[in-house]
């Protein structure tokens, strides 16, 4: 058996890349003939470094890119330094948000991906899809077919894969029109995400680092340009003036474009044989800079489950928990950014009350530090599937624990990121050698507690969440946990 996964974007190649590591043939199908320079992301948030870390990705993305840990936002009525939000995780080993283009996050994906043998096919349509209970065949353009047991599309927000299976993609277009641009500033601005909102419109300003920004422009004045007219620097100037009330100096523009942004959610993510990640299952406001971030976690939930079920030793219930874990993720993604568009695109009477409610409510501790978690990916929880035994933590995400092991320091995340589930216990009651699964299973045994409540044995999905703890746990509890999760 094989996976084929339809798209070469970051969510693409990091599923790819998961399931080759984890032995399974699988195959890339890219509409593009040639890669794209395209770089409408630019953040990398804390959880999905956490998920790039686990395979061995994140240091070099956060060499490359800019360490940022403050959003400014700049609101028109409000004085100094009205509105400073932290974006710091003080639980995690990546206490910040990295600014990087796209290109520079898929092309280290796709370095992987490609070193663990994945095939990458460029300027493969896909045209038809058909699937049976053994497999999924997918006719391309030109009329040549490819088979696999089972199909991902990471095709974006125009998805043919969505498209071929009917999968409803509910929600609207927005009525505005969003200008991108890299450029360089000459007035010096805080090391920090800036937004600038003000009455005609908003401005996104993440640096990239010696004076780069990348500029995200909704101008109201300016919503009756066509899409396809190409951006010109005087009026990147002009919008970025009236909107910020300063002159920030646009010296230079290296890169823009203008869209449509929509607010959109696959009903269904997955059909039979036939999975959805990335755009290919939601689309928002770029507001946040969730998109990439979110398909990756959507890769990361999805690659060990695929390939458990490729391998034959997944539990029957194990690929229907795609669904219910990661379709709510989406929807509150969606949520969340909505809301930062209806408080930035805000009618007259809102904007009027802004200066005085929008610091009140975000310098709230308990509304900032919840905003914090959720931009993050840090607040994710997952439900406990019916088979499977309850337990305190279940479904919450694992820090990356420090471990003694053999009397050598480690942490958690270094034995993660092969699609194997990690038992990791404390109590040495473990008899040495007790593996019984080592093709899905990795037993660690640290002399340090794990610092998780009561735990002191915890089962660790390959996606770094919990699946079961237990304390001092009996061997039949631990046989009974295993059996559950990785056991037909």
């Known amino acids: 058996m094989s996976v084929i996964v339809v798209g070469a974007g970051p969510t693409g190649l990091m599923l790819a890349g998961d399931l080759a590591a984890a032995g399974i043939p699988v195959k890339v199908l890219e509409r593009r003939a040639e890669e794209s320079n395209l770089t409408r992301a630019f953040a990398i948030h804390a959880r999905t470094l956490e998920l790039l870390d686990m395979r061995g990705l994140a240091d070099k993305l956060v060499a490359e890119g800019l360490k940022v840990d403050e959003v400014r936002p700049h609101v028109k009525g409000v004085k100094g330094e009205g509105v400073v939000f932290n974006v710091r995780h003080p639980d995690s080993r990546f206490p910040y948000l990295i600014i990087l283009g796209q290109a520079r996050t898929e092309a280290a994906l796709e370095e992987r991906a490609r070193g663990l043998g994945v095939e990458i096919v460029r300027g493969a349509e896909v045209t038809g899809l058909a699937q049976d209970g053994a497999g999924v065949t997918l006719t ?43 450029v360089r500033l000459e007035a ?22 010696g004076g780069w920004y990348r500029a995200t422009i909704w101008d109201r004045t300016g919503q009756g340009i066509p899409i ?22 646009v010296a230079e ?21 036939v999975f959805l990640a990335g755009d290919a299952a939601h689309v928002h406001s770029p507001l946040g800079a969730m998109g990439m971030s979110t398909g990756i976690q959507d890769a990361a939930n999805l ?3 695929l390939a458990a ?31 930062l568009r209806r408080v930035a695109e805000a009618p007259p009477a809102v904007r009027a009350v802004r200066p005085y409610l929008f610091p009140k409510i975000v310098n ?8 914090r978690l959720m931009f993050a990916g840090m607040a994710v929880t997952y439900p406990t599937p019916g088979p499977a035994t309850a337990t305190p933590l279940a479904g919450t995400r694992v820090p990356d624990l420090a471990l003694t092991l053999d009397d050598r320091a480690s942490r958690l995340y270094e034995h993660l990121g092969d ?32 610092l998780l409540g009561k735990a002191t044995t915890i089962l660790v999905r390959p996606d770094g969440y919990t699946a079961w703890t237990g304390t001092f746990p009996s061997g039949e509890q631990i046989s009974t946990a295993l059996a559950q999760w990785l056991s037909r």
């Open 309 to 339: 079920a490729d391998r034959g030793w997944a539990p029957s219930w194990l690929l229907d928990t795609y669904q219910p874990e990661r379709h709510p993720v989406g929807r509150q993604v969606l949520r969340l950014t909505d809301t």
């Open 364 to 371: 709230h501790p308990r509304v900032s530090e919840r905003l």
């Open 140 to 182: 391309l353009a030109g009329g040549r077919t490819e088979r696999a047991g089972y199909v991902v599309g990471c095709d974006g927000a125009h998805s043919a894969v969505r498209r071929l299976l009917g999968v409803g993609f509910s929600g609207r277009a927005y009525d505005t029109r969003i200008l991108l641009a890299d």
């Open 188 to 209: 010096d601005l805080p090391l920090a995400v800036n937004p600038f909102m003000g009455d005609d419109g908003v401005v996104l300003l993440p640096p990239y680092g």
């Open 228 to 249: 396809e007219r190409p951006v010109a620097i005087e009026e990147v100037r002009d919008a970025m003036l009236r909107i910020t009330g300063r002159d920030l100096g």
């Open 253 to 273: 523009m290296r890169w823009s474009t203008r869209f449509l942004s929509e607010r959109r959610q696959a009903s269904d993510y997955r059909v039979g044989r």
């Open 303 to 305: 690659s060990w489950k």
């Open 419 to 450: 699609g194997r589930f990690v038992l990791l216990d404390t109590t040495q009651s473990l008899p040495p050698g007790d593996d019984p699964w080592p093709d899905r299973l990795r037993v660690l045994r640290s002399s340090r507690p794990l």
